[in-house]
């Protein structure tokens, strides 16, 4: 059955238009009338309304343990590869319920913010002991229960985790629940596909994690199995690695991935903080999405990615949520923008003119997450899922705002959060700021906090 909007005021691909109507059916756009004739059944809504946006990038059970590692630790110093001790840790005791809830959460806090897609690159397969499941899948399905509950649509994105560096190290005690071997990651794969085949909107890809977790010759045998649809792999996000992949390689990472396989309009390079001018245009021509996540980037000390110059070459990103610390997309597309003022010392970087800043790095992000999600089509547009974001207009932020200075005050001048109603794939998940679910899945998360505290015996930081 078919479903009608009235949208007061809308943001669609050709720019902002009043009284659009728009019709959606099976969780997909069916038409967009500017104008349209209204009838007494359809719902109307006042306010601003754009396009929901793709997450492009999340590792759901990091939220669990958000604001427990900003203590220094015994070394020198702390940084991107201590962080990662801390994490292993914390992966080691989450069980398929715990990933449920937490999951959940961030879910929501996603789609109150205006995410109302998620790519979630999903790595933590095995039992805690590293002995298989049953099903390959079990904790791949717990975050498709969560989308079940939340309504997020997911693009699932098994990870494909083999070595513990450069040149096939092995890998070691931390990452033991994160191991396949190519025919294992195979049945993975197929059993994931099965659970995310229930769930509307549901998609699948896969995620070679890194080059350094993926030997060459598997890379190119992943990419020739699987993939056909979203292919996402972390790439140049420390320097450190760039370093290891030039004495392992003698290429810098990006140079390596587009050396080995054929990176295309499907791929999405996480991260790529890390690279030179050569590696700038052959990513940008290549049209794959450069998959950025701020937050995460800020929080992690990884570093500064070009982007002035990746959209001086016309290249493609989008945004991710990442380590889940802190989940905003105004946030993270404010922080793009300022870490490039703060480089540079001058503003409005990623302003493409007549778009403002934050028009265009909406867009970017509308367009980017699309892609990256394996949504095909993007923006309110027939095609595409129905997933809309309604803007408060009278929110003192946005009031008296228009066109893109509402998006502009968003992300640049709100702190409190101007989204009102969410719609993902068509159902109403959002209403008055609040996810509909938000009640019960705060619950779920309080008992599994409460519960992997009282497992562990050392307590996190
Ligand atoms: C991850 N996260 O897989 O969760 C990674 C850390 C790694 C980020 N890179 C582990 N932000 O890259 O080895
Ligand atoms: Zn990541």
């Known amino acids: 059955m078919s479903q009608r909007l009235i949208l007061e005021r809308a943001l669609l691909p050709e720019g902002w238009r009043d009284d659009v109507l728009v019709t959606h059916a099976g969780g997909?756009?069916?038409?967009?009338?500017?104008?349209?004739?209204?009838?007494?059944?359809?719902?109307?809504?006042?306010?601003?309304?754009?396009?929901?946006?793709?997450?492009?990038?999340?590792?759901?059970?990091?939220?669990?343990?958000?604001?427990?590692?900003?203590?220094r630790g015994e070394g020198a110093s702390d940084h991107f590869w201590t962080w990662r001790e801390e994490m292993y840790r914390f992966?080691?005791?989450?069980?398929?319920?715990?990933?449920?809830?937490?999951?959940?959460?961030?879910?929501?806090?996603?789609?109150?913010?205006?995410f109302t897609g998620?790519?979630?690159?999903h790595y933590v397969h095995h039992r805690p002991d590293g002995g298989a499941f049953d099903d390959p899948a079990e904790m791949s399905a717990a975050v498709v229960r969560a989308a079940e509950a939340t309504g997020i649509g997911l693009t699932l994105l098994p990870v494909?985790?083999?070595?513990?560096?450069?040149g096939?190290?092995?890998?070691?005690?931390?990452?033991?629940?994160?191991?396949?071997?190519?025919?294992?990651?195979?049945?993975?794969?197929?059993?994931?596909?099965?659970?995310?085949?229930?769930?509307?909107?549901?998609?699948?890809?896969?995620?070679?994690?890194?080059?350094?977790a993926v030997g060459p010759d598997e890379l190119v045998e992943l990419?020739?199995?699987?993939?056909?649809?979203p292919v996402h792999i972390h790439v140049a996000e420390q320097t450190a690695e760039v370093e290891d992949c030039l004495a392992a390689t003698g290429r810098r990472p990006v140079d390596r991935l587009m050396d080995l396989v054929e990176v295309g309009a499907n791929w999405c390079l996480v991260h790529a903080t890390h690279v030179g001018e050569a590696e700038i245009a052959r990513m940008a021509a290549a049209r794959a999405v450069v998959g950025l996540c701020p937050i995460t980037e800020a929080d992690l000390g990884d570093g500064i990615f070009p982007a002035t110059d990746f959209v001086g070459c016309g290249g493609r990103f989008g945004v991710g949520s990442d380590s889940n610390v802190l989940i905003s997309l105004p946030q993270e597309l404010r922080l793009l923008e300022q870490s490039q003022r703060?480089?540079?010392?001058?503003?409005?970087?990623?302003?493409?003119?007549?778009?403002s800043t934050g028009r265009a790095l909406f867009d970017n992000a509308v367009a980017g997450g699309a892609?990256?999600?394996?949504?095909?089509?993007?923006?309110?547009?027939?095609?595409?899922?129905?997933?809309?974001?309604?803007?408060?207009?009278?929110?003192?932020?946005?009031?008296?705002?228009?066109?893109?200075?509402?998006?502009?005050?968003?992300?640049?001048?709100?702190?409190?959060?101007?989204?009102r109603d969410v719609w993902a794939g068509g159902r109403p998940v959002v209403r008055g700021g609040r996810h509909v679910a938000r009640d019960a899945v705060e619950a779920g998360w309080r008992a599994t906090l409460a519960r992997i505290v009282e497992r562990e015996s050392k307590p996190f930081r």
């Open 371 to 419: 892609a990256a999600l394996g949504r095909g089509v993007a923006g309110i547009a027939v095609g595409a899922p129905a997933d809309f974001v309604a803007l408060d207009a009278g929110h003192p932020a946005l009031f008296g705002r228009t066109a893109d200075a509402v998006l502009d005050s968003w992300i640049f001048a709100a702190a409190g959060n101007p989204v």
């Open 160 to 166: 494909f985790y083999a070595h513990g560096g450069f």
């Open 342 to 355: 703060l480089r540079d010392r001058a503003r409005n970087r990623l302003a493409t003119p007549p778009k």
């Open 28 to 71: 997909v756009v069916t038409a967009v009338e500017v104008g349209g004739e209204p009838s007494p059944d359809d719902e109307r809504v006042a306010g601003v309304v754009v396009a929901g946006v793709g997450n492009l990038h999340s590792h759901a059970f990091q939220r669990g343990f958000a604001g427990l590692t900003e203590r």
């Open 168 to 212: 096939g190290r092995p890998t070691g005690e931390g990452q033991r629940r994160f191991v396949t071997d190519l025919d294992g990651f195979s049945r993975l794969v197929e059993a994931a596909a099965a659970h995310v085949a229930r769930l509307p909107g549901g998609r699948i890809g896969i995620a070679p994690h890194s080059l350094r």
């Open 118 to 121: 998620v790519a979630e690159f």
């Open 91 to 114: 992966a080691r005791t989450i069980l398929p319920e715990d990933l449920e809830a937490i999951a959940a959460l961030g879910q929501i806090e996603m789609l109150e913010s205006g």
């Open 223 to 229: 990419v020739a199995r699987h993939g056909s649809g």
